[in-house]
């Protein structure tokens, strides 16, 4: 029952958006009560079959008239009760965030640490060009990087519009001491809507180029503004759904002592059929882009350079094995 009656809220608030993607309608209809009877009904009733000689409403001009205030009491509670829910639906997210900010800060704790130790054996097997730890049997980071994102998919659904389902974080990985030195996706089997990894690299209007490029971090709660700006192209998911959706991108990347980075991924959360919020407050806006960056990614972030920096050394341990067989 509670699960129907989520599901209805959803519909209403999806419908609320619909009236007012079509907001030049939305505003006729609404004018329509205060002009229909003192002035359409009143001046020009007669000639248009809405009224008799006597000035009483004919069969039509009562069907109308009611079908217009019938509209427009129906859009005025819509309107209403998508205020109400967006502004529930806010009080939700920041409740939830409070919970959730203090399980990933403990889990980011721990992630610091753990980090901290794979930085400092990188660094001295980088000078010594010595790497002999049999990480093979102990990491898959493949593995980890994917249950991740299956992670971040479940936490976004918890406090966000779009159900699980409509959600995909996909990411992208760049290690260039890999011998095939190319950019891979980490899982490609929710991609096969999507554009290629090559289309995504080399087209200036996607997300992923700006970021790979150098912009290090890009949200747009609505996608339709994303593509506006240059910044989004659709693929055929999206049109799907009806381009409805939200897009983040980041890029997450491993740096030495020196400032140099060395590999990095970038991840790219997009929403399908439902946006982040569906509130347009820039107010709110801001504070959602806040609590998904700062709050949610960031902690998320500690973990992905983890495997990313157990990716690194296993690539080089593999390399380091097959040079030096025989001392193993």
Not at 79 to 104: G, P, R
């Amino acid at each position: 029952m509670k699960s129907f009656f989520a599901r209805m809220c959803k519909l209403l608030a999806r419908l609320a958006d619909m009236v007012n993607k079509h907001w030049i309608w939305k505003s006729i209809i609404l004018f329509l009560p205060s002009v229909f009877l003192p002035v359409i009904v009143k001046y020009a009733g007669i000639q248009l079959g809405l009224a008799s000689a006597v000035g009483d409403l004919t069969l039509l001009g009562g069907i109308l008239t009611a079908v217009i205030y019938i509209t427009a009491f129906l859009i005025n509670v819509l309107s209403s009760y998508k205020s109400k829910y967006d502004k529930k639906k806010l009080k939700e997210f920041d409740n939830s965030m409070a919970i959730y900010e203090k399980v990933l800060t403990t889990v980011g704790k721990v992630c610091d640490a753990k980090l901290e130790t794979i930085y400092d054996y990188i660094e001295e097997s980088k000078e010594k060009n010595l790497y002999r730890k049999p990480f093979n049997e102990a990491v898959d980071p493949d593995k980890q990087l994917r249950n991740i994102a299956r992670e971040i998919e479940e936490c976004l659904s918890e406090l966000t519009c779009p159900p699980v389902n409509n959600i995909n974080v996909s990411m992208a990985c760049e290690c260039p001491c890999d011998r095939k030195g190319k950019m891979r996706w980490i899982d490609s089997s929710e991609l096969s809507d999507g554009l290629s990894l090559k289309q995504l690299r080399t087209n200036p209007k996607t997300s992923f180029y700006k970021v790979y490029h150098g912009e290090g971090f890009l949200m747009y709660n609505d996608k339709a503004e994303a593509e506006k700006d240059g910044c989004y192209v659709f693929d055929k998911r999206d049109k799907r759904s009806q381009k409805i959706g939200s897009i983040v991108c980041e890029e997450i990347a491993l740096v030495d002592h020196d400032g140099n980075k060395f590999a990095r991924i970038i991840l790219t959360i997009s929403t399908y059929g439902y946006r982040f919020t569906d509130n347009t407050d820039p107010a709110v806006l801001e504070r959602v882009t806040q609590h998904i960056k700062e709050t949610i990614l960031q902690q998320f972030e500690k973990r992905i350079r983890i495997e990313m920096a157990l990716m690194y050394v296993q690539i080089k341990y593999n390399k380091y094995a097959e040079e030096h067989a025989d001392n193993i």
